[in-house]
């Protein structure tokens, strides 16, 4: 409409007033994809933003994600100054794991190697050995188990037991989940693939067992996306959040995609397939975070350097 272009075109002058670069998630609006794309900023996974954050010369870089994206984008980029549409955009994993219960666990635990998923506070992966995301949490994983590392893992425990099973290493697992992927349900994906015979799965490994087991590929949103282009089927059932489609349907045309079933439908579901806190990211909100300066994320400076060893150790893995 005639008034989200407007929005966009305010947005675009104030990045270039603020030297100011957009890096977005997937599972935001495709209208502040688009823009953060047409403005020379980003759209990835959580690995892929942390890094173009980190890589990127601009002074500002605005998060359009959620709060712990923010944070390790300040983490990287101490000098940067970090602004995001809204700092209440949480993320179930890290709700469920306060770094003071976390902390008093690994105390319990001093033989392990602390990994925790990029999905958590600022307190907590300063607590960690090292931090992953689901792009690179397999690999990682096993490289510490073939090192003989035995391994406390948090917060997510579809993720943890993923990876426990993929790699065979000896790791216990925080129970954390996402309120999104959680829904995810086995018996029902069981159902509609059986309607939809040509179909292939693609889900995201913060989903239960019960639906990675009959997942085709298994990845991160980077990873999911170009399965979605790859894969040689013409219907492609989707257990992520369904903001997802906007950059699955531009990479793959004319094929179908099918939300992968929850529990309950979208009338007493809210959360189902669409992250609420993802989507506090607006055009609306982004204009006025840029336009005031509002909504920077601050950090305990002494925090965030402990924070930031276990996120260097894991670009540097990735790189
Ligand atoms: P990705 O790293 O795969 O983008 O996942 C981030 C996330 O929050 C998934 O729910
Ligand atoms: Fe967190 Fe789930 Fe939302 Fe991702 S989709 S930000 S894991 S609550």
């Known amino acids: 409409t005639a008034g989200r272009a407007e929005a966009a ?3 675009r002058a104030l990045l270039a007033r603020e030297n100011a670069v957009l890096v977005a ?26 890094r173009f954050g ?34 209440d955009a949480s993320c179930s994993l890290d709700l469920g794991c306060p770094a003071p219960a976390f902390a008093d666990w690994c105390d319990a635990h001093p033989d392990r190697t602390v990994v925790v998923y990029a999905n958590t506070s600022a307190a907590v992966k300063a607590r960690a050995d090292w ?8 690999d990682l994983v096993a490289d510490l188990h073939a090192r003989g590392e035995k391994i406390l893992w948090a917060p997510d425990r579809h993720l943890g037991r993923y990876v426990q099973a993929q790699t065979g290493a000896d790791m216990l697992l925080w129970q954390g989940a996402c309120l999104v992927h959680d829904e995810f349900k086995g018996t029902e994906l069981e159902l509609m693939r059986a309607a939809y015979p040509d179909a292939r799965v693609l889900a995201h490994p913060e989903s239960p067992s019960s639906v990675l087991a009959q997942a085709d590929v298994v990845g991160s949103t980077t990873q999911l996306i170009e399965a979605a282009r790859c894969l040689d089927a013409p219907r492609l ?11 699955m349907r531009q990479r793959a045309p004319g094929k179908t995609f099918l939300a992968a079933p929850t529990a309950g ?49 894991m670009l540097d893995f990735a790189d």
């Open 265 to 313: 439908d979208s009338a007493t579901c809210k959360s189902c397939a669409h992250c609420p806190w993802m989507a506090m990211n607006g055009l609306a909100g982004l204009a006025h975070t840029l336009e005031h300066g509002a909504n920077e994320i601050l950090l305990d400076p002494a925090l965030a350097r402990r924070a930031k060893a276990p996120i260097d150790r």
């Open 131 to 138: 931090v992953v995301t689901s792009s690179i949490a397999l």
């Open 25 to 50: 998630h997937y599972y935001v609006d495709g209208d502040v994809q688009e823009l953060a794309e047409a403005t020379g900023g980003c759209v990835g996974d959580s690995l892929e933003m942390a």
């Open 54 to 87: 980190r890589d990127h010369p601009a002074a500002t870089l605005v998060v359009a994600g959620v709060r712990f994206m923010g944070e390790t984008a300040k983490i990287l980029s101490p000098a940067k100054r970090v602004l995001m549409p809204d700092l």
């Open 9 to 11: 075109q305010r947005i």
């Open 237 to 247: 059932i989707v257990a992520t959040d369904q903001g997802i489609l906007h950059k």
